[in-house]
């Protein structure tokens, strides 16, 4: 069960275990489903031509891993809904049969003028099994309070 707002504290972080390994068949499958045709993503024979020699895991489906192995630790089951997504960079690539894990900073929070609503935002950083950063970004989610009167005051 992820956090009400009341149990975020600002610099605290969340260590995301266990990580997960991405196989051909959760690229392929991915790149499917989001129709990206893209080469790099999909052909050995092309993607071994470039400067990373075999086809590259779509960045969206790491991004979308980062997310997902942080939402048991943070907001399942107390997300109103993800507000936003900032500052997404992939600094390393990932390939087939790596593993992934990830790590989330709380980096502020506000109340809202909502009655039992908060805003947080965290700073989510993926890395593969050697400790290489292979994406990070920030998340602003609104949660529910505990205290379903809590207000911002003003």
């Not at 895991?57 to 192995?69: E, H, I, M």
Request: charged residues 25%; proline residues 5%; contains cysteine.
């Amino acid at each position: 069960m992820g956090l009400y707002y009341e149990e975020f504290e600002e610099g605290q972080t969340f260590e995301h275990e266990p990580g997960r390994t991405i196989t051909e068949a959760d690229n392929v499958m991915f790149c499917s489903m989001t129709m990206n045709t893209q080469p790099l993503h999909l052909d050995h024979e092309f993607a071994g031509e470039t400067e990373f020699g075999e086809p590259v895991v779509n960045g969206l489906l790491t991004f979308s891993l980062a997310v997902g192995l942080s939402v048991p630790d943070l907001t399942e089951g107390t997300i109103v809904a993800n507000l936003d997504y900032e500052h997404v960079e992939h600094p390393n690539p990932v390939f087939h049969g790596d593993t992934i894990r990830a790590e989330s900073e709380v980096l502020g929070k506000r109340l809202t003028s909502s009655p039992g609503r908060g805003i947080v935002e965290f700073q989510t950083v993926a890395t593969n099994q050697d400790d290489e950063v292979v994406c990070r970004f920030q998340r602003t989610a609104m949660v529910e309070c505990e205290d379903d009167e809590l207000v911002e005051d003003g």
